[in-house]
């Protein structure tokens, strides 16, 4: 078995778990199937990165990666012989910089009257403080203890298009499962073009799983959503997009702005606002 074959062991957790949380999610509170939905993709997802390469790490740096770390980058994390630099000072500061603003996010939203709006803004929240912060100092951690660990978030603000945004800053962890698994995979039979299809529809499915399901609504929005990714991807590859300059410069960053933020509406939709989002704020004391 090579490293890219995870067999039915590795595949079998990715429907198993997705299943059972299915099975449990109509007796739990909306936001508690999101979670457990979210932690069956997630987990189910580690396993099938790890599976094919279990024999390789040590039962500790497999426990690490399994249990303490949020990335998919198993061959990387895994490998004894990558030495990693160590952290600085100011990476520290960076994550609890972010972290601190999650945290101003979520109080802020306290006083936000409109409830959507309220639950938008305590979203952001929840990614700053969950994504950008806490996991950079999950990374730093696993760097200062001598194992190879980036963070998942590359600092998206500085994309300098919409392939550099999805492709090199935002969730690496998502994208480095999905270039091994469906990319790598689909490129070299149905060409390039339909595998980055494949990816962005397989991106949309998974958020139409973790989001719509546990909302009760919205079906199809995030998988449109992400749809849209995979076509203004093409738009900015085209002739006209590079005559353009949709790949660079000033013009790269308002396209990707426009085609990531604009639409974001229909990713993060009223629907799960209001069944998933606000219920869980309220849980942490945000009303």
């Given at each position: 078995?090579?490293?890219?074959?995870?067999?039915?062991?590795?595949?079998?957790?990715?429907?198993?778990?997705?299943?059972?949380?299915?099975?449990?999610?109509?007796?739990?509170?909306?936001?508690?199937?999101?979670?457990?939905?979210?932690?069956?993709?997630?987990?189910?997802?580690?396993?099938?990165?790890?599976?094919?390469?279990?024999?390789?790490?040590?039962?500790?740096?497999?426990?690490?990666?399994?249990?303490?770390?949020?990335?998919?980058?198993?061959?990387?994390?895994?490998?004894?012989?990558?030495?990693?630099?160590?952290?600085?000072?100011?990476?520290?500061?960076?994550?609890?910089?972010?972290?601190?603003?999650?945290?101003?996010?979520l109080f802020a939203a306290?006083?936000?009257?409109?409830?959507?709006?309220?639950?938008?803004?305590?979203?952001?929240?929840?990614?700053?403080?969950?994504?950008?912060?806490?996991?950079?100092?999950?990374?730093?951690?696993?760097?200062?203890?001598?194992?190879?660990?980036?963070?998942?978030?590359?600092?998206?603000?500085?994309?300098?298009?919409?392939?550099?945004?999805?492709?090199?800053?935002?969730?690496?962890?998502?994208?480095?499962?999905?270039?091994?698994?469906?990319?790598?995979?689909?490129?070299p039979k149905a060409g390039?073009?339909?595998?980055?299809?494949?990816?962005?529809?397989?991106?949309?499915?998974?958020?139409?799983?973790?989001?719509?399901?546990?909302?009760?609504?919205?079906?199809?929005?995030?998988?449109?959503?992400?749809?849209?990714?995979?076509?203004?991807?093409?738009?900015?590859?085209?002739?006209?997009?590079?005559?353009?300059?949709?790949?660079?410069?000033?013009?790269?960053?308002?396209?990707?702005?426009?085609?990531?933020?604009?639409?974001?509406?229909?990713?993060?939709?009223?629907?799960?606002?209001?069944?998933?989002?606000?219920?869980?704020?309220?849980?942490?004391?945000?009303?």
């Amino acid at each position: 078995m090579n490293e890219r074959t995870a067999g039915w062991i590795g595949w079998a957790p990715l429907v198993a778990l997705p299943a059972g949380a299915l099975v449990a999610g109509p007796g739990l509170p909306r936001w508690v199937f999101m979670w457990v939905l979210a932690g069956a993709v997630f987990a189910s997802c580690k396993w099938l990165t790890w599976w094919p390469l279990r024999r390789r790490a040590t039962a500790g740096r497999s426990a690490g990666y399994l249990l303490l770390w949020p990335g998919m980058d198993a061959r990387t994390f895994l490998d004894p012989a990558r030495k990693p630099s160590s952290p600085r000072g100011r990476e520290w500061l960076f994550a609890a910089a972010k972290t601190l603003l999650g945290v101003a996010l979520l109080f802020a939203a306290s006083a936000v009257s409109p409830p959507l709006l309220r639950g938008w803004v305590g979203l952001v929240g929840t990614i700053f403080v969950l994504h950008f912060g806490t996991f950079h100092f999950v990374a730093l951690l696993w760097r200062r203890a001598g194992v190879q660990a980036e963070p998942i978030m590359r600092a998206p603000i500085l994309a300098r298009s919409l392939g550099d945004f999805w492709g090199h800053r935002w969730n690496l962890g998502f994208h480095n499962l999905a270039h091994d698994h469906i990319y790598q995979r689909l490129a070299p039979k149905a060409g390039r073009a339909a595998a980055v299809i494949a990816v962005f529809l397989a991106s949309g499915l998974v958020h139409d799983l973790v989001i719509s399901v546990p909302a009760g609504g919205g079906y199809g929005l995030p998988t449109a959503y992400f749809a849209l990714q995979g076509l203004g991807v093409f738009i900015e590859r085209s002739a006209a997009g590079k005559d353009f300059g949709l790949g660079h410069g000033i013009a790269g960053r308002i396209f990707m702005a426009a085609f990531t933020a604009g639409p974001a509406y229909a990713l993060f939709h009223p629907t799960f606002v209001r069944e998933v989002m606000l219920p869980f704020m309220s849980v942490l004391g945000i009303k």
